[in-house]
Nanobody, 121 residues
Framework: VQLQASGGGLVQPGGSLRLSCAAT????????MGWFRQAPGKEREFVAI????????FYADSVKGRFTISRDNAKNTVYLQMNSLKPEDTAIYYC???????????????WGQGTLVTVSS
């Protein structure tokens, strides 16, 4: 099982990034996919979740209206489009696969290695 996250980097406030997470080793379409983030000195927190079919999506209040989660089951990939980025969005972003739509990171079975997003001028 592997979740390979990519797309992070340094971006100025107000800018955009698109994260990708490619999954291998399990049946991607049977899993709920989530994005979480962890800033230095803080706990890992929920960002967004998408159901198996993509029909149900949930966001943290802090990113609602700025971030968009999507998935392509044919490509075994989940995405996070991040617009209007703020310095407080700076964190390591992780993708995760789970069985149910929950916001707790402890409920997810598989995790990627994370990709660093830095929002700074």
């Amino acid at each position: 099982v592997q979740l390979q996250a990519s797309g992070g980097g340094l971006v100025q406030p107000g800018g955009s990034l698109r994260l990708s997470c490619a999954a291998t080793g399990f049946t991607f379409s049977l899993y709920v996919m989530g994005w979480f983030r962890q800033a230095p000195g803080k706990e890992r927190e929920f960002v967004a979740i998408i159901s198996r079919s993509g029909g149900s999506i949930f966001y943290a209040d802090s990113v609602k209206g700025r971030f968009t989660i999507s998935r392509d089951n044919a490509k075994n990939t989940v995405y996070l489009q991040m617009n209007s980025l703020k310095p407080e969005d700076t964190a390591i972003y992780y993708c995760a696969a789970g069985r149910t739509i929950v916001r707790s990171p402890t409920s997810y079975d598989y995790w990627g290695q994370g990709t660093l997003v830095t929002v700074s001028s």
